[in-house]
Each structure stands twice: as C-alpha cells, then as structure tokens.
C-alpha cells in the first residue's frame, strides 16, 4: 500500500471509537471500513497483525481534522441514503422539511409555495435564525447562489446529508451561525442503478413523475460517476383543499369567509356629498360597488359596499397550494490517481428547472398606483375625480380587480452549475494530507410575468375623454386627442374590451449570481502527547461573488419615492448590481489532554480560528473552542463556544428600493384618542380620523419599500453548546443525546418590518419617519423598510436524541428513533438608526407574521422493520402547539381590528407509511407509501395574519394525504 493510501488508514486508538462508528444510528459507519478492509487485492500489501484493528479516518462537518470518532464535540444530525430513499421525496428540500431542527420560516423558501415566488427553490433556516444564517455546503463547499437552492441538488447524487446544529464560522466562514447543511456526494459506485418514481394526492391532483439513473465504474487507479434525474410536479388549486377555498378573516372576533375589498365591481369611496345619497351604514366605509349586472353608467347601478358579500375571494380564482415544476439534473463525480501520492478529481453538477406560478387577477388602487381617474371620462358616472397623480391627491379612493386581464402568473427558468475540480495527495511518509480546489458556482435565473398593465397607457386611458365625430369613444379632448388609445370604461371593464387588450404587458426579470473560490487545505499530525497524538488542519482560500439582478425597465421603480413604475405597484422592484471578494486563513488544532486515567478515559480540546478580510467593510477574526471528555466509555460529555459572523449580502448592501406587500395590521384602527392627547399616537397616526371610524388598510396588507444599506456592519455573535451522549455497553444498540444551546447575535441585519414600525410608533414614538400616510383619510400610502443591524437576537433550547436497534428476532429486525427541539427563548431585540432600544419580539410558542412559527417542541419519530427481503418504516413528524398573537402591549394581535386577541393552536401530527420489498433475483427493489396518512389539515391562521391559504405552508403540509410508489434495479 502507498503512501497516501495508507495515510487514510490510521491505527484505531479506542475500541470505543470501532463501536461508536459500527453502532452509530442512521450514519451506515461500516461502510467506512471499506477503505481498510476492502481494498482491491492489487492494492494490498503484507502488514503486521495488528492492522485488521485500523479504521478509516474522516472528517465530520463541523471540524476539518481527520478523526476516527463519529462523535465530537459538535452535535451533527445525519440522514444517510436508506432514510433518504425510505421518504420517497424527490428533492433536499422536501426531505429536510421535517428535520426538527428547522423552524421559523418567514425567510425560507418552500419550492411548493404560491405566494412564495413560485420558483421551485427550497431554502434552509436552521434554528429559525434564518437562511442568509443557515450555510449550505456540497461535499464541505459553498453552494452558490444568493439564497443556495438545495432543490438544484440531485437527490440521487447524494450519500448522507449532515446538518451541524452548531455555530461554525471559526471553521467555514460567514454565514454558519445557525448551523451548517453539508451534503455529502456519492462516489466510488459500481454499476448501473435505474429507478423510476409515480406519487399522486387523495385528491386526485398534484400527480408526480420521476426517473433517475447512476452509472459508474471503478478500478485500481480511480473512478467515476455518472447520473441524470429527472422530475415533474403538477399543481394543486387552492380552491380544491377545503381549508383554503376561501379566504378566511378573523376580524372584530369573529370568523368570516371573505376576502379582498378589490373587487370586479369595484369598491368606490365617495365624497359624502355623494355618498348622502345612498344611505349607507358605517359597514360600508363610505364606498359602495356596481350592482351585480348594472352596466354602471348611472348612479343607481350602484348600491352600498358590504363586505360580507361583496369581498373578492381570490382563493378560488387561481391560486395555488402546490406550484408545477419540472426539474432535470445532469450530475458527474470521478477521481483518477495520476502518481502514489497524488490524485486529481472533479465533483459537479447541473440542474434545470422550470416553475410556474398563478394568483388572482390584478388588485388595482387608484391611489396606491398613482392612476388619476378623471371626472371627464365617458364613463364616470360620478362627476368626480379619483385616484391621484403624484401630490394630486383627489381624496376618492377607487379600488377594482381587473378580472378582464386575467391571472397573474408566471413562468421561471433557472440553471444552477457547480463544478469543482481539484488535486489531493499526501506528504511524503507523514500522515499529512492536502487538497488544492476550485469550486465555480452560477446561477441563472429568468422569470416572465403576465396578467399586468401598462401604467401610462391606462392613465390615458382613464383620463378625459369625449366621443369624436364618427360617434368612436375617443381619450383626451376634442381639441387634444391623444393617438393610439381607446378610453376604458374602470368602472365595468368588461364593456370595453378593445382598451383593456392595448394595456396588457408581460414584463421580464433576469437574475445571475456567480460565486468563485480557490482553496488550499492540509492536514496531519504534528506529534504525540502521552494521551495522543496532536493533529492540526490548515488552509486558505479567496472568494469572490457576483450578483447582477435586472428587471425590465416596464417593472423599474421610479422616483422619487420609488413606489410606482410602469405597470401595478406590486409590480414595481430596482436593479442590484455588485460583486465583494473575501480573503481567508484558518487554523484548526486537536489536543488530546488525558487519557485512561481515572475519571477521564479521554479528555480532548479542540481549538480553531478563521481570519476574514472582506473588500466591503474589513476583517473579522473568529474562533472556537471544543471540549470532550469521557469519564467512562460509555459517557461523552461535549461542549463548544464560537464566535460567529455573517457578513452582508450583495442585495443588503446594495439593493435600490423595491415594493412588496406584507400583511399589515394598523394599530390607529379605531382611534379616538384626540389630536394633541398623545404625541405617540399622533405621529403614527397622522391624517387619520379621531372618531373612531377608521378600518384601516381594506385586506389586511400594505405597501412596504425594501431597500439596502452600503454602510452595514456584520452580525457579530457567539454559539454556545453543551451536552451528553450515552451509549450503554450493557444495552447493545442504544444510543442517546441531549444538547443544550444558546446563541446570541448582535447587529443583526434585517430590514424593517412594517407591523414593527407601525407598533413602535405608535407605542413609543420611534421609527415613524418611516411610515407615509395620505393627506385626505390617514390611509398608509407606504413604510419604508430599510436594511439596518436592527439589534440583538437571543435564542436557547434543547435537542434530544434517542435511537435503538433492538436484537433480532423471529419476527425481524426493528430499529426505533426519536429526534426532538425544544425552543425555550427566542427574542429579537429592536433598535433604532441611533442605536437606542425600541422593543422586543418575544418569538418563542408564537406565530410571528416577521418571523414565522417557532413552535416550542419539534420532533421526528420513526420505527423501521426489517425482515429479510421485506422492510417497512412509519414516521411521524410532531409540531407543537403554539399562539397566534400575544397579551404584550405593541405586540401582535390575531384579530385584524382588534388588539392583543391571542388564539390558541393544538400539536399537529402528521404519520408517513412506507413499505419495500427486495427482489433478489434481479436485484431490483419496489416500495410504495403514503404521505400524511390520516389526511391532517393544517391548522387555520386567517389571511389577516398570512399570504398563503389561510396558512403556514412552511411548517405545515397542504397537499393533504398522498400516494407515492418507486420501483429501482441494479445492474
């Protein structure tokens, strides 16, 4: 055996160390004696007796040292490939779902959500910390992209997914604060492996294909490895799952099926001149709507809004719970040695995939949209002005869905490539090994809007208009006609159907985003203490990145208060231009201290530190500290303190401002406290009536203006961990954890959340330069949400772990496990541009609309039978109980009027069947299952407090029970 290859090998120090890697659950460790003990016979040298006691040396995400010990001082959760094909899940992001250490959500991306963009990406957020805090690592490398898509990850590339519920950045970087996603590749694989997969909803819907096939080769000098995938996903309507059919409000304390204000037959607020004339109770907020088949050109086509009947349920008209997909995937992995000591490899993949989404037609608001609606038009019934055009404010709001465009919708291509490519090899007859690689990342991706409008088309169109000569409905005046425009009738578009085809306007954004590293890394031995040998890991490396986001000129955001563009306001974003690059050198060193004396078996530190020099803001230097010790064999006690970081985003830093639409609940709904009485209370509710009649934005959202900061510093923090692993000798098979952690981040990067701003306005007089209100009734015309280091986020809880492979019996093999997270605190702490505290979120048991669900106890169940051919598994996903709203002066409110309702929600279960069957003779598998077997609904938690369903879609299945059935053979 050369050299290097015998460097893999190290002499096996603790008999410990052979049955924690044999017996370590989920992890498949005695696949790692196969570098030792079965090298090809070519490749095998005479050795002493004592070598059938060597065990292969690996490294474990969250330390780069070569150990033979599964378990360090960091706690690492792994999924190996039999847990992953026993899911019958077709991408990462669908089967790191219930990892229970996944929580939060507002910030991550379900490929499957409407709402949620629609691009079929998946993103992690580990602890609730949030993904730009989550690192997604390939084979212990970046992946690329602004937010990494695990989803652009071939399923069938990967061996093991390891996720470290530890902070890491002494080790990886910035970004690891939460924790760490590593997923590690296949390779050296024999053979071809066909498999072909068909899933379909109870419902009858959401039907799912897949195919994936690997090949590869293996010989003395290297191997490789091919494969493809490919998978398609049809879509589930809203309308067809009971619990989102409609939209759901909560509001006055009481339940009601309603929806948006913006309806086909408009909502009109009119002077109350006018409005005297009708009648109307204070329900209709001073606005009624064209009667149900008026054509709307007199005033008694209209009657009084009211909002039990008239309200728009755009649940039904289009929107999604399940969004189609199709994705291929193309992937290689090989090795070849070109010397005894040194070889070359390469790892790398491509995906491509194709989303869509659909949601109800376009909301339009006069004023929001700066459409000015003249009291000229043809057919303006009314004699007055609406909308407004810049400071022309009419003060007569006129809201419509413009079912006449259809849908919104879009199509979204992406490519996703990372390649690396690298040399490896050993240092003379040492134990020192180094690695020399360059990772390329790129992404792509190319998005198609439709069911717009073009806004300076539609202001003519809007505008004055008379009727010409030839009796031809005509915009502008007789004495300034204005060419190429047929006036539209807003008030019943259906009418003119010629006007509104000339508005229509599909729009495009394209965003790349390109991520470049080289790395050079050893590690070895440097020498022997009395309790062991001192091992230390090496390395640097240079990063840079690029991002380039263009939206059409039609969908760019004008000043100068950038709300509006040339077509709808929701529309309306800014291009982000801007690269950064990152220098880096880091130290990792393991210390035996003691060994086989009493009361510490083994006592081991290890040390590491990592310097950073950013090119936008500096450098920053951050280590970690880890500690293990056994008192007895069976005991390992670990803890760990890092230092960590993330550093700001090209989008954080650079981003011009762009609009989104954020659920908003207005504390001044409601308000009598008089003029001069509250100065709190007057700032953050200016302009808006003291007589208690004002309802607030019509459905429960606002506008919010997103933009980044040049001048924001890094998160800078520390994570903490303690805790216990038992593995009784006396009980063969079990294994159990528990880790206890804290992490404390300061200058946190955010932007702005509305209902923050909103209640610490109102509350305490902070952040109201951000919040712009309409002269004539209050209304929000929109808050600025900038990107700041906000303040101070605490989190601290509990993981625990308990697996168990029972002896076998006449009736199989059974294997039982139980991995849960307890949340004990999460509290962002707020602060203003002075740096002054304005409030806390007290996240922890709550439903946060900023921050999502943070449930206090997650956990994953899981008990597998084997009896020679034949296997089965039942998994059982456990989401806690949890509060929508709180008690806490400022804080959330269930109710969308009003203030501190709390609702309380049960546990959530969800119980997952699989069952396979081996067929020995042609080396083929069959397996079939069921999702969500009893069919649990998600809990309800009202469209006032959500975007999606009436629901959580990232904490909670929509889809409902599902079928699913894979049939693979090996060749």
Known sequence: ?????????????????????????????????????????S????????????????????????RVDLETASPVFVIDKGQIEKTGKLTVGDLLQSTPVIAGGATATNGAVNNGGGTGAATIDLRGLGTARTLILVNGRRLAGPAPDVNSIPINLVERVEVLKDGASAIYGSDAIGGVVNFILRKDYQGIEFGVDYGIADADDGQRKGVTMTLGHSSDKGSLMVGVNYHKQDSVAAADRKFSREALYLSSGSVSAG???????????????????FNCPASSGGSVTRIPGASGGSLSDYRCYNGAVDAYNFQAVGNLELTPQERGSLFVVGNYRLSDSVEA???????????????APLPFDARGDNVFISRDSIYNPFGVDFGRSGD????????????????RRASTSVSTDQINLGLRGGIGNTSWQWDANYTYGGFSQARLFGGYIFQPNLVNALGPSFIDANGKPTCGTPTAPIAGCIPVNIFNPLETPEGIALLSAPYRTNLNYVQREA????????????AGVVSLAIGSSYRKEYQNFSPDFLATALPPDYTNCMLAQDTCTSAVVGSYNVKELYGEA???????????????????????????????????????????????????????????????LYAAPASNAPTFRDPCIGVTSPVGANANIDRACENVPRDGSFQGPPNGQTTGLVSGNPNLRPEQGKAFTWGLVYDPSWLEGLSTSVDFWRFALNDNISALDVNTVALQCYTAGNLCDYIHRFDADGQVFYIDQPTLNLGRLDAKGMDFSIKYRLPETAFGTFRVGLDATYTAQFNQLIRDNNG????????????????????????????????????????????????LGTLRAGGESADGTLPNVVVNYGATTYHNLQFGYRIEPINARVEIGVDNAFDKQPPILFQNNVTNGNTDPVTFDTVGRYYWARFSIKF
Not at 3 to 27: H, M
Not at 48 to 63: F, N, R, W, Y
């Open 1 to 41: 055996m050369n050299n290097y290859w015998r460097n893999t090998c190290t002499s096996l120090r603790s008999p410990r160390a052979v049955r924690s890697a044999l017996t370590a659950p989920g992890v498949g460790a005695s696949a790692l004696l196969l570098g030792c003990f079965a090298l090809p016979a």
């Open 43 to 66: 490749a095998q040298q005479p050795e002493p007796a004592s070598d059938a006691d060597k065990l292969e040396t690996i490294v474990v995400t969250g330390s780069r040292i070569r």
């Open 259 to 277: 929806g948006s204000s913006r309806t086909p037959r408009g909502r009109i607020f009119l002077p109350s001149d006018l409005m005297a004339q």
């Open 345 to 359: 490899y390469v790892e790398a993949f491509h995906n491509k995939t194709r989303a869509a989404f659909a949601i």
């Open 392 to 407: 022309n404010d009419s003060g007569n709001a006129f809201s419509l869905r413009l079912e006449a465009v259809g849908n």
């Open 519 to 530: 790395e050079i890394n050893a590690n070895g031995e440097l020498f022997e203490l009395p």
């Open 590 to 652: 393991f210390i035996p201290i003691l060994r086989d004396v009493a009361f510490a078996k083994t006592l081991n530190v290890t040390l590491g530190s990592r310097y950073s020099k950013y090119s936008t803001f500096g450098n920053s230097t951050n280590s970690k500290f880890g500690l293990e010790w056994r008192p007895l064999d069976d005991v390992l006690v670990r803890g760990t303190i890092a230092e960590v970081f993330r550093a700001p985003t090209i989008s954080n």
């Open 836 to 883: 002054v505290a304005t409030g806390t979120i007290y996240a922890a048991g709550q439903f946060n609309r900023q921050l999502g669900n943070y449930a206090r106890w997650r956990g994953l169940g899981t008990l597998n039978w084997e009896l020679g051919d034949f296997d089965a598994s039942w998994t059982t996903r456990y989401v806690h109980g949890f509060d």
